[in-house]
């Protein structure tokens, strides 16, 4: 009975979530820091934020296709990409050299304590945020082949 | 249980009357992980007396301006989940606090999660898979009045279970930005200093030949040059009691320790390679000294992860290398006061139109990694050591990692992996023998629409003793964006007992949409380590249907 309550009570907190960038700072991977309050702040551009890791098989596709698309992405879309990279130091100095190697052409930052991800109460990876005016306003939780075209959608519409 | 209640309640009313309000933000997150262990004769399954288990996580913040309030509770009903933390117990509040943040001081009171440096000498930092909640319950401030200088200090008591330890913990922490100092404008340089005291009073040893305080120091640098990057970290731990076996605090056998972390790499468009290198001494730091070596990582002060390319595949995931931070001198055969080592890393991408890279391009990625115990002269019975600085004494584990993904047109691609490894399991996990492995995985995608695709793995263990060879395959089929199901198997065929050629089968789905995962899964866990970020928990075999659930709001 109270998980029920619990349930019910979580549900409501659904109807008047609205969530925005934490005023946090965090590392590109030239060790610079970068303010996701002042950084992403474009008016009505669309910031794409990938969380991810190196070990992440799934992450990595997801950024594989979207490296592969954005440019054709950005002819109807205003939008950039931002790669999180969730590595905690044991596998953070892969982030460069595999960036790097893979060729991606968008922003890195290292959420090296997981800050940010905790702060959006992120269980599991790949996981993505659409921000616009500093607003959350889509998430997508996992990635699966496709997911992008769904997501261009989506961007279309905002 | 009504605690929770009692502060959601506080919370739902202040959020809701706040509504008017501009800029008030109300945000959280809910995770369920719950376990029915079913009973099986074939497996070597003890049946646990409450069958239904689950762990639950539900994160409440509030935001207003500048302040950030936040409260968890967890709840673990009937019991947690099989070999998390007995400590983790029923329904309660677990974690809260409130944050003041500007641009140049962020203050917190009540738990906080915080890290210096590497994290080698402290971080706090949660895992619920692997049972890790290690925050410190206090107060945190975070002073940067310039962009050159950030100073850290933080006082607390680190969480154990839904209470906090009896010893004190200390830290403070510089970090200086060299290079914006001087303006430089290609390169990066900073530099980092940090100090963490634990004081902790051991009550069960009344003349102690070591402090109450144990005192460590870190300096650290990372540089950054166009393609060119390196970065070192050298820490610093008081002499105190080594703990060779958990709750054995010995008065006779005091030590110092140390570490020492080096990183270096280059990369360019296409090209990237990167090694690093590390020595532990005698670094195992937990807020109470008792502690040391629990298999729950309860307590936890730093972050020792193995250094090692964290694996994708099940039977990659077999052998996998812990890091051996501690002391362990128990006969002549078993001789470990750290480790010494490292890895190297290689990625590269064979260009599209190249011959290699074919049309869509191929990417490779190497991976060589090569741990040994610190070497050194071990007196016993006496129990005593003088290691030797790049002593390198017996091999502990080695593996070489190849990995090419190859796209072949819009509908293909295709990942090939090979592994070997030699994993000592007589000096990592103090048991017997010595496993000699290898590993091919195989795994394709294919899209039959813009939405739909099927993933399919193959795998093979060679093994040249212990439990021997494994065949595992894994089929996933995504129905649509929102809809995918599985099946595997992971099949210990080659097991010398006929008893233990077991199945380890799963069958499951899962559903997201938006910002909400939900996934149900029948089968059979393997027993063994389940690691993350090269931590490990150990899970026994069982089987049973799971159910979890995340969501965001």
């Known amino acids: 009975m109270k998980k029920i309550q619990l349930l019910l009570l979580f549900v409501g907190f659904n109807l008047f979530a609205q969530k925005e960038l934490p005023n946090l700072s965090l590392n590109n991977l030239d060790g610079k820091s970068v303010s996701l309050k002042t950084e992403f702040a474009e008016k009505d551009k669309i910031y794409i934020f990938s969380f991810w890791a190196t070990w992440c098989t799934p992450c990595i596709q997801e950024l594989d296709e979207m490296n592969d698309v954005q440019e054709e992405w950005k002819k109807s879309v205003n939008f950039e990409i931002v790669a999180i990279a969730t590595d905690d130091s ?3 100095k892969r ?9 991606w052409d968008f922003k890195v930052l290292l959420d090296t304590n997981q800050d940010f991800k905790r702060y959006l109460s992120i269980v599991n990876i790949p996981y993505t945020i659409v921000v616009k005016n500093q607003q959350i306003v889509h998430i997508q939780n996992g990635y699966v082949p496709g997911n992008e075209n769904e997501l261009l959608a989506k961007l279309k519409s905002l | 249980m009504k605690k929770v209640l009692f502060c959601l309640s506080i919370l739902f009313s202040v959020g809701a009357s706040a509504q008017e309000k501009e800029k008030l933000n109300f945000f959280g997150g809910f995770e369920s992980n719950s376990q029915w262990y079913l009973k099986y004769t074939d497996l070597n399954v003890e049946h646990p007396k409450h069958p239904i288990r689950s762990n639950n996580y539900l994160f409440l913040n509030l935001k207003y301006k500048g302040w950030t309030a936040g409260i968890q509770g967890e709840s673990y009903e009937d019991e947690a989940l099989l070999n998390y933390n007995p400590k983790y117990n029923k329904t309660d509040v677990a974690t809260y606090f409130v944050q003041y943040k500007n641009e140049t001081v962020d203050l917190t009171a009540g738990y906080f999660y915080e890290q210096f440096g590497s994290g080698l000498l402290m971080r706090q930092w949660e895992d619920r898979q692997l049972g890790i909640n290690n925050a410190l319950r ?35 922490d510089f970090e200086f930005g060299i290079s914006d100092i001087f303006k430089m404008e290609t390169t990066e340089l900073s530099i980092g200093l940090s100090y963490v005291g634990r004081d ?3 009550l069960t040893i009344p003349d102690p030949n070591f402090a109450d305080r144990t005192d460590a120091y870190a300096g650290r640098i990372n540089f950054a040059h166009k393609g060119y990057y390196a970065s070192a970290e050298y820490d610093y731990k008081s002499k105190d009691a080594v703990v060779e076996k958990k709750e054995e605090v010995k008065n006779t056998f005091i030590k110092p320790g140390n570490a020492l972390l080096v990183n270096m790499g280059y990369s360019k468009k296409g090209f990237g390679i990167d090694g690093t290198f590390r020595r532990l001494e005698n670094m195992s730091f937990y807020s109470e000294r008792a502690a040391n070596k629990n298999q729950f990582n309860d307590r936890i002060m730093n972050f020792l992860p193995s250094l090692t390319k964290q694996q994708h595949y099940n039977l990659a995931n077999i052998y996998v290398y812990q890091a051996q931070p501690g002391v362990n001198l128990a006969d002549n055969t078993v001789l470990k006061a750290g480790e010494i080592g490292g890895q190297i890393d290689l990625f590269y991408n064979f260009k599209k139109g190249s011959a290699l890279g074919g049309k869509h391009g191929t990417k490779l990625a190497l991976n060589y990694a090569d741990w040994h115990a610190l ?3 071990f007196y016993l019975p006496k129990k005593d050591y003088n290691t030797d600085y790049f002593g390198f004494g017996k091999r502990m584990f080695t593996e070489y990692n190849v990995e090419v993904t190859k796209k072949w047109n819009e509908k293909w691609q295709s990942m090939f992996s090979y592994i070997n490894q030699y994993y000592n399991a007589k000096l990592i996990e103090e048991t017997y023998g010595v496993v000699k492995t290898n590993v091919l995985a195989a795994e394709g995608t294919y899209k039959f629409t813009a939405t739909r695709s099927i993933r399919i793995v193959g795998e093979h263990l060679w093994a040249d003793t212990d439990k021997k060879n494994w065949a595992a395959a894994t089929a996933e089929f995504n129905i649509n964006p929102k809809f995918s199901v599985y099946g595997s198997d992971m099949y210990n065929y ?34 063994g380590l389940v690691c993350v970020g090269g931590v490990c928990r150990y899970v026994p075999e069982s089987s049973g249907i799971s159910l979890s659930l995340n969501t965001t709001f």
């Open chain 2, 200 to 202: 902790e009073k051991m």
């Open chain 1, 90 to 92: 044991r596998t953070q």
């Open chain 2, 375 to 377: 070497g050194g002269d």
């Open chain 2, 494 to 527: 080659g097991n010398d007992d006929p008893e233990m050629q077991n199945h380890y089968y799963n069958v499951g789905g899962a559903f997201r949409r938006k910002s909400t995962r939900i996934a149900l899964n029948y089968g059979r866990q393997r027993g």
């Open chain 2, 138 to 172: 206090g107060g945190r401030i975070i002073f940067t009045p310039t962009k050159w200088f950030t100073l850290k200090g933080v006082y607390g008591r680190q969480r154990t279970g839904f209470d906090v330890t009896d010893s004190d913990i200390y830290g403070t």
């Open chain 1, 95 to 103: 982030v460069k050299p595999l960036i790097n190697g893979k060729g």
